[in-house]
């Protein structure tokens, strides 16, 4: 596991009783070697004194955007920051950074932060399952945010439950597994498709499907989390990925999608094949809006390219080919004979049967079908985010140790 020696991160306190724990975050970064500065809200200050945290991190502590000393760059600060860390995260605290209100220092921090953030919330067993607080933390991470669970146990109100803020020991191995896993792909290519694809009729109609584009942004963003080189091919989507280390390709048919696919991939060490590719076009586009003439009306379709099978057959042995599967019926049965047909290493399945899976939803529920064995790995339903870190998880036994 890599150290945190060197690594800047911003402490952000909230108000809550918790306050106390984070001394003993401040103290543990500080012994691993990090460079910590904090920062409070007024409210948090009546439980633990600033002082008590610039003592410890031997830095000032800040409270406010204007405070005596001057303006407090908070822009400043979050480009710093290599981790900021926002423990203990209140209810009001989560509205306000999920509907990005800045009335504090902290949240100017936070939405001024390029690095991750990770939020440790810490609340009374009620309000943390509040339907409006369990909805602010699934915005915080469709943000790309990362949630430290909240523990269970005696709180302060003498109830039993959950909205413990997470123990220190447990906040620091989260910042430490990141730092360890941020490097896991460092070096590596990656070429992913994702998407629909839309084979036009005429000028103002398509063929097309569901597909947002959701599962393979999600895919990009955890690649460049683990420091590979993304090359992402992306169909007509209102979505997009806005990361240094992401390359996005924008294409509309099967046809352009083929061409980029193919163009990369010989220079990439993984493939990720998670558009919904049309499989058939319409032989013939007209250049002109089709006028409405007979009851009925023939297309002929041609079929398009298959280009994670053409990666497949390019594939070199250093390189590796992961697929995914969208199945209705007879699902691991369908996925193993695509995985053998199309030469992948690994297949990511997903049924429409599976409520919260597939197109457009911001979850899903994936089996995960490997070519080197006949045991299927059956997940959860979860936010595509932790779905693309499942998936890529299967990639570290394929290159072991290169980051150390
Ligand atoms: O984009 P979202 O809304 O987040 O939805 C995500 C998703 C449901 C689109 C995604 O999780 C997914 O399942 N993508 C693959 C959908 C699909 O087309 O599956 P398939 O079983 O038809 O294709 C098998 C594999 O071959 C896939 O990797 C596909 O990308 C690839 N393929 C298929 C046809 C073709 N002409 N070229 C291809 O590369």
């Known amino acids: 596991m890599l150290s945190l020696s060197g690594k800047r991160i911003v402490i952000a ?48 502590v800040f409270t406010e955007v204007i405070s005596e000393e001057g303006w407090n760059n908070h822009v400043e600060m979050g480009l710093w920051a290599d981790a900021m860390v926002i423990a203990p995260a209140t209810a009001k605290t989560l509205g306000h950074l999920a509907h990005g209100i800045c009335d504090t220092l902290l949240a100017a921090v936070y939405l001024s932060a390029k690095c991750p953030v990770f939020i440790a919330p810490a609340m009374d067993l009620d309000m943390w399952a509040h339907p409006a607080t369990q909805r602010n933390i699934q915005k915080l991470i469709g943000y790309g945010n990362y949630i430290v669970p909240v523990g269970e146990g005696e709180l302060a109100s003498g109830l039993h439950g959950a909205g413990r ?13 990141f730092f360890a896993v941020r490097q896991l792909m460092k070096g590596k ?69 083929h061409k980029e696919a193919l163009a990369l991939y010989s220079d990439c060490d993984l493939g990720i094949m998670a558009a919904a590719v049309a499989d058939y076009r319409p032989r013939e586009v007209a250049d002109k809006k089709m006028k409405k003439s007979s009851d009925q009306m023939e297309i002929t379709l041609v079929k398009n390219p298959d280009i994670a099978a053409d990666l ?29 047909k199309k030469n992948f290493d690994a297949i990511v399945l997903n049924s429409l049967r599976d409520k919260g899976a597939g197109f457009q939803y911001d979850t899903n529920k994936i089996t995960i079908l490997l070519a080197q064995d006949n045991k299927p790995r059956v997940f959860e339903l979860k936010s595509k985010a932790e779905v693309a870190e499942d998936i890529l998880d299967i990639t570290n036994d394929w290159w072991p140790n290169e980051s150390e």
């Open 312 to 340: 497949g057959r390019r594939k070199m042995p250093h390189q590796r080919l992961i697929g995914f599967a969208l199945e209705t019926d007879q699902e691991q049965q369908h996925a193993r004979g695509k995985l053998e």
């Open 165 to 177: 803020l997470a123990e220190p020991e447990t906040i620091l191995s989260f910042l430490e597994d």
């Open 189 to 257: 290519k990656v070429l992913i498709t994702a998407g629909p694809t839309y084979e036009p009729i005429d000028p103002v109609r398509f063929i097309g499907n569901r597909s947002s584009g959701k599962m393979g942004i999600a895919l990009a963003h955890a690649c460049a989390k683990r420091g590979a080189e993304v090359h992402l091919v992306l169909g007509p989507s209102s979505l997009t990925i806005d990361h240094p280390l992401v390359q996005v390709y924008r294409v509309e048919t099967a046809g352009q999608m």
């Open 13 to 60: 306190i909230s108000g809550s009783i918790a306050v106390y724990k984070m001394a003993f975050v401040v103290r543990l970064l500080i012994k691993k070697g990090a460079d910590v500065r904090v920062i409070m809200t007024p409210a948090s200050t009546r439980f633990v004194s600033p002082l008590t945290f610039s003592t410890l991190s031997k830095y000032p």
